[in-house]
């Protein structure tokens, strides 16, 4: 016997601007189950689910909500009174306060302030109470700013559960999380729906929406375009379902190896933490050849990265583009040189959101002569490249002129992308190039790096997806505790066991 509805949605729509994000969405949700909301970047999922939440106010349709037995209507537009209909979210990008600990984050915004000082005894145990219940752990008293990625989603579904959530939406919940944060992750929504709450997942990675969900529901260009049973999927049937055809799939032809690109010669860093630190790291990049680093996350990627991009300084050793060492390594340098970078939170440091998606594609070089007459923008040219780059990498949105802050997420990493392809550099950093990409913009990603060393560019891939690494890189090195190491395996289960720091 199916569980009882405890949610629909009925001919939702919302436009903005020329865009119709949804377009008349209905969907049902039941008690315990766990629901995968799917489609291409831009297909207007996170849309639908700021509708539920209330962040947006549809332009037509209803919300209703089971409600001591009832299906009552939810007022729109309120995020207050999808609260209080029992309407949880953890939003793609998290909104803790960071200099907080997680027990004031859980707390903050629930309780009025003086009756919470008064209560901070009994908030503390409904709090252990319902870690305890769900499975979801994290350390009580420390500022969220310490704890790791997958600590914060934690807080941030604790937060929605403190508020008594029924219904618990999850904006790509996996795309920052480690493999085995993720299983976590699934473990503790199995927990959750067994005791009746019911989850939407927003996700691309088909293989963990296969595994956890038990019912899939896809939206193509804002209109729903099929529902299935994950049982009844597989998938090509889901691929067919997001995009109406199959996704090519790009051959990696033989090419040997050029002069080096980038060359680390016994270079170490210091960082902040142990997560951002490098010891004693040697290796080169050649023209015509894609180096990748395989490793969980937090094991020095991001020394490596700050590197390369010229973020960070080596302490000790030499880094060299092209043949010519680096003596004072900053942004600018490294870009001078030909370093093209996908930066890995391309939110902070990958566009400036406030500025439009024209300016951001310039962004890099606002100095160069075709960009920038004596202090003077040259917009005429500034639009022209963005209506080019536009077509070219299919960055759909709100326009060239609206701010990028604007795009959906997937629409954000095709911006830097255009971008960074467009200026033919010598080396592409390529840093988690394809999290929050949907199968076809992933595929294209792979294409364009692949072409970029057909080229000559050398290419440094920095990814924990093992698929990619496998399918893209002609050399392989792990990176665990900030040491790296060449592999001469592409063994999947090997590489696995130098990732987890067993070494054979
Ligand atoms: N506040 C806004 N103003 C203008 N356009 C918007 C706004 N929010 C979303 N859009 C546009 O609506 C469309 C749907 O965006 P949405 O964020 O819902 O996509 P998504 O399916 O979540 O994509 P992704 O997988 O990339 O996260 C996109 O074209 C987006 O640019
Ligand atoms: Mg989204």
Redesign the pocket.
């Known amino acids: 016997m199916e569980n009882p509805k405890i949610l629909s949605l009925n001919a939702l729509s919302?436009r903005?601007?020329s865009?119709v994000?949804?377009d008349a969405v209905s969907l049902d949700l039941h008690r315990g189950e766990v629901l995968a909301l799917l489609?291409?970047?831009?297909?207007?999922?996170?849309?639908?689910?700021?509708m539920l939440f209330g962040h947006?106010l549809p332009d037509s349709g209803s919300v209703e909500v089971l409600q001591d037995g009832v299906m009552t209507p939810l007022q729109l537009g309120h995020p207050q009174a999808a609260l209080a209909a029992g309407i949880g979210m953890v939003h793609?990008h998290f909104t803790l306060a960071l200099n907080l600990t997680t027990f004031d984050n859980v707390v903050l915004g629930s309780e009025p302030l003086f009756s919470w000082r008064r209560n901070r005894a009994a908030a503390r145990a409904k709090l252990l109470a319902i870690m305890e219940q769900s499975g979801l752990v994290a350390p009580l008293d420390t500022p969220v700013g310490q704890l790791s990625v997958g600590e914060r989603q934690r807080v941030e579904i604790l937060k929605a559960l403190y508020r008594d959530a029924r219904i618990l939406v999850l904006?790509?919940p996996t795309a920052v999380l480690t493999p085995q944060e993720a299983d976590t992750l699934f473990e503790n929504v199995a927990t959750m729906t067994q005791n009746g709450l019911a989850v939407i997942f927003?996700s691309?990675k088909l293989r963990e929406v296969l595994a956890f969900s038990n019912r899939i529901a896809v939206?193509r260009h804002?209109q729903k375009v099929g529902e299935i049973a994950t049982k009844d999927a597989d998938e090509r049937v889901i691929a067919r379902m997001m995009v109406g055809a199959d996704t090519p799939v790009t051959a990696r032809e033989t090419m040997s190896p050029g002069t080096p690109m980038l060359t680390l010669k016994d270079v170490s860093v210091q960082g902040q933490s142990k997560r951002d630190s490098l010891s004693r790291a040697s290796f080169s990049v050649h023209s015509h050849e894609i180096l990748g680093i395989a490793g969980v996350s937090g094991n020095g990627q991001s020394a490596l990265a700050g590197l390369v991009s010229g973020l960070m300084r080596p302490d000790r050793g030499t880094v060299s583009v092209g043949g010519t060492e680096i003596s004072r390594p900053n942004p600018l340098t490294m870009i001078t040189a030909g370093v093209g970078r996908i930066p890995e939170d391309r939110h902070h440091d990958g566009i400036v959101g406030a500025m439009t998606v024209a300016e951001n594609m310039v962004i890099e070089r606002l100095n160069d002569a075709d960009i920038q007459t004596r202090g003077l923008l040259n917009r005429d040219a500034i639009q022209a490249n963005a209506d080019r780059l536009t077509k070219d990498y299919d960055v759909?949105?709100?326009g060239s002129d609206?701010a990028a802050r604007?795009?959906?997420?997937?629409?954000?990493?095709k911006l830097i992308l255009a971008r960074v392809f467009d200026q033919t550099p010598r080396l592409i950093l390529a840093n988690q190039p394809t999290r929050?990409?949907?199968m076809g913009a992933a595929a294209e990603v792979g294409r364009r790096l692949l072409e970029a060393r057909k080229r000559g560019a050398g290419v440094l891939l920095i990814s924990e997806d093992l698929d990619e690494i496998l399918g893209l890189a002609d050399r392989i090195m792990v990176i665990h505790d900030g040491q790296l190491s060449e592999l001469t395996t592409r063994d999947r289960e090997e590489i696995g066991l130098s990732m987890a720091g067993e070494h054979a």
Do not use: C, W
Request: glycine residues 22%; charged residues 15%; negative net charge.
């Open positions: 919302k903005f601007g865009v994000a949804n489609g291409e970047n831009g297909a207007g999922k996170t849309t639908l689910m700021n947006y793609q904006d790509e927003i691309h939206l804002g759909r949105g709100p609206a604007l795009l959906s997420g997937g629409n954000i990493q929050g990409l949907d």
